[in-house]
């Protein structure tokens, strides 16, 4: 399944899921200063792209010290994406399933990893570069586009959900996992033709 700038970019947006973040947002920066907010967004939107584009650009590097091909990262990509959709979906809260854990304010975790770069934005970055490593380039323009939109939400949560209302964010966010469910379906069904009717 190749991609363009515009697929790749709504994929990595649907995957990092801005909206069903929110929540979860809101929540671990309860007690955080307001004055601190912006910072502590901006902070953990940076350590999430450098991790994701870490992922990137190590792809093909790490499949290979794995023994890896791209046909079983594309069924487990799917499969990650797949799960995580049907927790947007059918869950009533934040789909990652991540707390404040009592944290004053986050460093790395819970909002870098596992809320922005996760396992399934990790297998996406890591997915794309392997297919077609010649538009490595195209990529990362995808990536730090859909972080930026990602931190902005970030950035404007309370607003946000005071403006549209909780029962407007939690239906983008079902929607948005609609969205993704399609998505996996493909990637699984592109990873499983390549391994049964290409050769390898």
Excluded at 28 to 56: D, K, T
Aim: charged fraction near 15%; include cysteine; charge should be neutral.
């Amino acid at each position: 399944m190749d991609h363009s700038f515009l697929s790749a970019f709504v994929l990595l947006l649907l995957v990092l899921d801005p909206f069903g973040a929110l929540p979860v947002f809101i929540s671990v920066m309860g007690e955080v200063p307001p004055q601190r907010r912006v910072h502590v967004a901006l902070r953990e939107s940076a350590i999430a792209f450098c991790i994701l584009l870490a992922f990137m650009l190590a792809g093909h590097a790490f499949l290979a010290l794995m023994h890896l091909s791209e046909r079983s990262l594309e069924v487990a990509g799917g499969v990650i994406l797949l799960v995580i959709a049907m927790r947007m979906i059918f869950s009533d809260g934040d789909a990652t399933g991540v707390s404040n854990a009592g944290l004053r304010e986050p460093l790395i975790f819970p909002l870098a990893v596992p809320l922005l770069a996760g396992p399934s934005a990790m297998a996406t970055v890591l997915l794309l570069a392997s297919r077609q490593p010649d538009r490595t380039i195209t990529w990362v323009g995808a990536l730090a586009l859909a972080m930026a939109i990602c931190g902005g939400v970030l950035l404007s949560a309370d607003r946000l959900r005071q403006w549209l209302g909780v029962s407007v964010v939690v239906a983008i966010e079902k929607l948005m996992g609609l969205l993704l469910t399609a998505v996996a379906m493909e990637m699984m069904l592109a990873g499983l033709k390549r391994y049964f009717f290409d050769k390898p």
